[in-house]
């Protein structure tokens, strides 16, 4: 159990304890400082310790912000300050050079001595927190807004903050910081008014964000289920559960910022149940058309890979200027100057037809028109969306003068998925000095694979030429660091590479049931890139070596499906080899996955960008 330590007298009158109870606190009172590093070395050393200043007014939620999110080793709001277990000895030293200063045997809810604490908060909470941050313990201080958090140092001051406190509604307060501040148009206006109460029935029922999570993965099965059925009752229902699944799924980040409940597993299960979600969606759909006697499954792949193709130009992009320097650009101050006009902010949300706006459009369609019809509106506004992002993107890239990092190449490099022939390459062959050079040759191979896949005879020699090439050019591009104005591209380059392949070898072999095995092929690929975006999200690095070297990297597993192909030419074969592959890939990938995002070492992290 967490300890919170009163660093003082209890205020007579005060609910300060029966506050810090509330939120899973036991809570003890120590009468000087002396008393406070004692009763911080017995507190269980595996659990989360509290230090709060007695004469503390102010929202129970601005102490729930300052004392129980688990993302921060470290945290303080005025008055309060909390560490987790890895912070402990900070804590202590922080502790101990402040009991000098104060003077052991002093009342420590007293601000005597307070004249060279260089802060507005000069309780002993806070006075430990600016020297945990001098010892290089990061300390977050998280915004409270309308919130009152207050230290008062008289019975006037203290019945003006109370008076503050009774002015704001704080369960109003925390119902608002629920929903994210950024969202699409149709989540914001459609979903987000209601679901946010949603979510704080799951709290007062003690339901999890995981379960929540899980519970709109089920929907949208039984969504794709129904849509597989491939009748109009099915069809329908299939819309209304696709909806329902939306709103458990906002509901779930809500309910996480409600109650602050954010873990290491839901940072798994949030950004990956989202794309598992759609794409069975999308395999649900094709079997559905099927049934009808209407092949679909090359649509459904092709909206599957322009996808992930989106997804991946934004996290490259994301990656090679998150922490550029010198950093200027004509194109981003005219976009900022287009956010100050209301509507244009709504209108270009709508555009790049995020997740809200996409999963809307399907279960419309899905209900009242064919599969077919769906995945042709799909493929042409995502098509819309990633013209209108990524010459953004590229405009903002030619346009600005910055300087990429090391991280940021060390971001794209992982990014790029390289397995080792590519890495071979980039070791011992040439290596071109022009700053457009990677993504230029990563654009030739990937340009000679795609168009030998949709122009060469099926199963040819010249398809395994291509893709020996495509590797040698993927070497190329990745043997210097990618620092280059351009060089973001090249991860996406490499997405479109393989996936556009697989799906074109796959349409053309005219194998039975080639088509469903190469979209569990890209499925399992797809989601080993989205892991490694998300682990670099979660600042823990990509995914290790041995995993992509196992699986073969991009071009590695190209080669592998171009000499498949040429082995089971005109033969089922091809199918039972692809789906051996996606299964290799799948259980390889998945296992890793799993043991990360349940190993202690993830990050506790919960997704707070751009709607996907």
Known sequence: MSTAILTGAPVPGSSLEDDLRSLGFDVQAAAD???????????????????????????????????????FTAVTVPGALTAQPEARAALVQALRS??????????????????????????????????????GTAVQRPELGSLVAAVPADQAARATAQSAVAAVDDEAVRLRSAV????????????????????????RRGLTPNQVTTASLLTALIAAGCAATG???????????????????????????????????????????????????????????????????????????????RHVVDFSFNEANHDA?????????????????????????????????????????????????????LLIGCAVAACYTTAGRLLRSLT??????????????DLADSGPLAQFVAARGPRIGSGWAAPAAALVGALALVAAALTQPFGSRQMIVAAVFYAVCSGVAVARPLKGALDWLVPPIFRAAEYCTILALAARSDVDQALPAAFG??????????????????????????????????????????????????????????????????????????RFWVSSGAPAVHDEGEPA
Not at 277 to 301: C, I
């Open 180 to 203: 994210k501040a950024r969202d699409g148009f149709f989540t914001t206006f459609f979903i987000s008014p209601y679901s946010r109460y949603i979510a704080r029935w799951c709290a």
């Open 325 to 377: 320097v010198a950093n200027s650009s004509p194109t981003a101050a005219l976009s900022d100057k287009l956010d100050s006009v209301g509507w244009t902010v709504w209108l270009r949300r709508m555009i790049v037809l995020p997740i809200g706006e996409r999963w809307a459009m399907i279960a419309v369609l899905t209900a009242v028109t064919t599969p077919r019809i769906v995945f042709y509106a």
């Open 521 to 594: 092929l890209i499925s399992a690929i797809a989601y080993h890139h989205y892991d490694t975006v998300y682990r670099i999200r979660g600042g823990t690095g990509a995914p290790p070596q041995w995993l992509v070297r196992t699986i073969g990297g991009h071009e590695g597993r190209t080669l592998v499906v171009a000499v498949l192909a040429a082995v089971f030419t005109q033969h089922s074969g091809f199918t039972v080899a692809l789906t051996a592959l996606a299964v290799v890939v799948a259980l390889v990938v998945l296992v890793e996955s799993i």
């Open 33 to 71: 400082v002396t008393e406070a590093a004692e009763l911080l070395a017995a507190a269980p050393a595996d659990a989360r310790v509290a230090l709060v200043d007695p004469r503390f007014v102010g929202h129970v939620h601005a102490l729930r912000l300052g004392l129980t999110d688990p993302r």
């Open 98 to 135: 402040t009991a000098a200063a104060v003077g052991a045997g002093v009342p420590v809810g007293r601000a005597g001595g307070a004249d060279t604490v260089p802060v507005t908060d000069r309780t002993v909470p806070g006075r430990i927190a600016v020297a945990l941050e001098a010892e």
């Open 400 to 413: 600005r003068k910055a300087q990429r990092t090391d991280r940021a190449a060390g971001a794209l490099a």
């Open 231 to 309: 009748s109009r009752g099915g069809y329908i229902a299939a819309g209304l559960l696709l909806l329902f699944s939306f709103v458990l799924d906002c509901t779930d980040g809500q309910l996480a910022r409600y109650s602050l409940q954010y873990s290491t597993m839901g940072a798994w299960l949030d950004a990956t149940f989202d794309r598992a979600k759609e794409y069975a969606y999308y395999a649900g759909l094709a079997l559905g058309a099927a049934r009808n006697g209407d092949d679909v499954w090359a649509l459904a792949l092709g909206a599957m890979v322009l996808q992930t193709c």
